[in-house]
């Protein structure tokens, strides 16, 4: 693995260093996937990336999961009180193996399963529709202080290829005495969230790697608790700081990039931070900053959000004296609100201000990672990139 890292690193520096761009983003996603052309500013955007097929986005536009005609769609039905197929999710995820389509599809009813769920390498093109946040609930506990690896504490974890989740929550309830506690980890490549909810305190949303998609969600947590290493945006979603330990700082972010030829990064866009319903009424009882540098070359964007004033002027906060401060990319790009001002803001070489749209259209879903369709709901005039 080591051979083949070097390797690689050295295709990527060879492929920017000949013109290829976008710190090798197109020999990454030669490999990954092709499509998607150029599309004119008068082509009503959609909702999803391009990499989500006709089929899938009439599932993800369907009536919620509890409406009568979401049954018949459904390969396989999990329900505890026995009306379904199977009652616990990862029971139907192993029999899908033996079912195999192009999109799989299990209906999960609501209430609370307490189990962990593995969605292996294998196993590609699954969605898993629940009956909402907070209606459909994966639950566990699993975390650090009790002997598993960060890696291994997750409650649910993805690898498959073109995985997606609807009208779905994945808690972990640890707790923030517990530290590193997942509650979804995803390696899944061109894989879409569409309407859940993340619960956890800290590493609550593990973005292992791979291009993640990521569409009105709830985040949740207390220190680093939207980290990892994969080409992911999220946008429309809500991201809540919750209380963290006494005399500990809150971190939203806590990107893993340890290259500076990866095309990966995490891009919080058209979407809202702020504190939890338990700090509402306290935000000065929190510090809290908008990430901090995980790995060398970290790179973060936060742009057209609406961040609120649980976020430190200073905005980010250093991992270790000046480790990668003049290494990372951190941005931000026509934010508002209480904490979006940035006046105060640190003042490393790493981090920028975008004063124009050519510099954030790198950073869309478009640009960022081959995708060719602009979200809606920015409010923003956009062209092919933005």
């Known amino acids: 693995m080591d051979d083949f890292s070097r390797s690689l690193r050295n295709a990527l ?27 004119s500013s008068s082509t009503p955007p959609p909702v999803f990336p391009w990499w989500v097929a006709k089929s899938d986005r009439q599932l993800l536009e369907a ?3 509890g409406a009568a005609d979401v049954g018949p769609k459904a390969h396989l039905v999990v329900a505890q009180d026995g009306s379904g197929d199977y009652s616990t999710i990862s029971e139907a995820v192993a029999a899908s193996v033996e079912m195999r389509r192009r999109r799989f599809v299990i ?25 909402g946040i907070d209606a459909t609930i994966i639950s566990n506990c699993k975390n650090v202080r009790d002997g598993f690896t960060t890696y291994r504490s997750a409650t649910f974890a993805v690898s498959g290829h073109g995985f997606i989740a609807k009208d779905m929550t994945f808690e972990n309830t640890a707790g923030p005495t517990k530290h590193q506690a997942v509650a979804l980890r995803s ?9 859940c909810s993340f619960k ?7 973005l292992h790697s791979m291009r993640q998609f990521y569409r009105d969600c709830d985040i949740y947590g207390t220190v680093d608790f939207i980290f990892g290493d994969a080409a992911a945006v999220l946008q ?9 330990l006494p005399r500990q700082k809150a971190t939203v972010t806590a990107q893993g990039r340890s290259d500076p030829n990866e095309n990966t990064g995490i891009v919080i866009q058209a979407s809202r931070v702020m504190a939890s319903a338990e700090l509402a009424a306290r935000v000065g009882s929190v510090e809290a900053y908008l990430g901090r540098p995980w790995r060398r070359f970290s790179r973060t964007v936060v742009m057209q959000s609406d961040v609120g004033g ?5 905005g980010w906060l250093p991992w270790s004296g000046d480790f990668a401060l003049s290494t990372l990319y951190y941005a931000e790009f026509m ?21 124009s749209f050519r510099e954030a259209r790198k950073f869309t879903v478009g640009d960022f990672f081959d995708g060719d369709a602009w979200i809606p709901g920015t409010g923003v005039p956009f062209d092919s990139g933005l």
């Open 335 to 355: 934010n508002k609100g209480k904490g979006g001002k940035t006046e105060g803001r640190v003042t490393w070489p790493g981090f920028h201000v975008m004063r």
């Open 107 to 131: 209906y999960v009813k609501r209430g609370i399963y307490k189990e962990s769920v593995e969605i292996k390498k294998s196993m590609n093109n699954i969605m898993v529709v629940g009956d």
């Open 187 to 195: 390696s899944s490549d061109l894989s879409v969230f569409y309407r």
């Open 310 to 314: 649980i976020v430190n002027p200073a």
């Open 236 to 244: 429309g979603c809500n991201v809540y700081v919750r209380r963290p």
């Open 200 to 206: 956890g305190y800290q590493d609550t949303l593990y």
């Open 63 to 65: 009536r919620p999961s």
């Open 13 to 39: 520096a060879i492929n920017a260093a000949a013109g290829g761009g976008g710190g090798g983003r197109k020999l990454l996603s030669a490999a990954a996937a092709a499509g998607g052309g150029a599309r």
